[in-house]
Every structure is written in C-alpha cells, then in structure tokens.
C-alpha cells in the first residue's frame, strides 16, 4: 500500500508541446538558418534527475519529431533514467561548448556540424537531434573529447548512471533515431537524432 500511494503521488510526466517564437529561441537562432521557428515546438515535460527526484525542463524540436520526442523521454521517465539538466540551449547563449560542461541535455541550435569535410548544417540546426548527458556521453573528434569533464567517461565498460547504453539507446531506436555512440572513430554518445546524421 505504502509504495502504491508514493507511487501515486509522484507528479506526472505531462508533456506539453508549445510553439516557440524567434525572441525565445535567443542566440541559437539567427538569420539564414535552415528552418524558421515556426518549424519548431518546445516539448515540455518532467524527467528524472541525478538527485533521485523529478525535475521539469524543456527541449525545442522540430514540430515533427515532437511526437517522437515525447515517446522516448516518457519511456526514460517510467524507466527514472537520470538526466543533469534539460533546458533549451538559448540558455547557454546558443554555446555547444557551455551547454555541454553544464552536462545540460539539449536539442535544436542553429549551428554548423563539427565534422570534418565541408561546410554543413549539423541535424541540431533542423531540431531534430538530441544530445543527452554530454559529461556521462562524450563526442570524441579528432583525439579531443568533448566536454573535457567526459574524460572521465571514455571507459564504457563501466557503466554508470546517466550513460548512454540499454535503457537510453534503446528509447530513442523504439521510434527509429539511431545513436551516434556507433559512429566508427568518432563516437559521439551523447548523439541521437531522426535522420543518423
């Protein structure tokens, strides 16, 4: 009886996805990218943080990957899948960089891919990628790691919480977003994204 009362009085999930304007989109978005914000929704929603209790935060989506997203985070909030942060990254100035040190998950920014060959829009700049965790998942490119904190990460044999494997991997390949984490020499784990790219 005890457990089904906690249970009970546990706040919901309660997605909520709302449309966005340019003003809130902030630094990550600026003129001459690929989609207006008019393509793009805020999934609000609860999810569970590293403290063992539940948090609400936000990502901004492409309108069509806001159902997608909903499914995945609903299934990692049954599951209590720990997550740091999840704030849109305007709140970080549009910065991958600081974003990524505050282990902060996050979707939509206008930026360039950071790959190497030429010049392309990353799938971040279309919403429809979502980097998770990026501390407990590094992006190794190039012999760098990605935030520098992830260092402490790159032996994923030990699993830990928050990190990128079974119940994570397996929420986002539920609806079809393959991971990044398979990327061959240049694993990106924090990466999951609608396209593969």
């Not at 539940?54 to 209590?80: C, M, T």
């Not at 360039?112 to 392309?120: D, E, K, M, Q, T």
Request: hydrophobic fraction near 40%; charge should be positive.
């Amino acid at each position: 009886m005890a457990l089904l009362l906690a249970l009970l009085s546990l706040p919901p999930f309660a997605p909520a996805v709302v449309p966005v304007t340019q003003a809130q989109l902030g630094a990550s978005y600026h003129a001459g990218c690929p989609v207006p914000p008019s393509q793009l929704r805020l999934v609000r929603m609860g999810y569970w943080g590293f403290d063992g209790k539940p948090h609400r935060g936000g990502l901004v989506v492409s309108a069509g990957s806001a159902p997608d997203v909903v499914k995945v985070f609903g299934r990692l909030y049954a599951a209590r899948f720990p997550i740091r942060r999840m704030r849109p990254i305007a709140a970080y100035g549009g910065s991958d960089e600081r974003s990524m040190a505050a282990d902060n998950t996050s979707a939509f920014n206008c930026r360039y891919a950071v790959a190497s060959g030429p010049r392309r829009w990353s799938v971040h700049a279309f919403g429809q990628a979502i980097d998770v965790n990026p501390v407990e998942n590094p992006y190794l490119e190039g012999g760098k790691v990605r935030p520098r904190a992830g260092a402490a990460y790159l032996d994923r044999s030990r699993s830990r919480p928050g990190m990128a494997e079974g119940t994570l991997v397996d929420a986002f390949a539920a609806v079809g977003w393959p991971w990044g984490g398979r990327w061959s020499g240049t694993p990106d784990y924090q990466h999951f994204s609608a396209t593969g790219g």
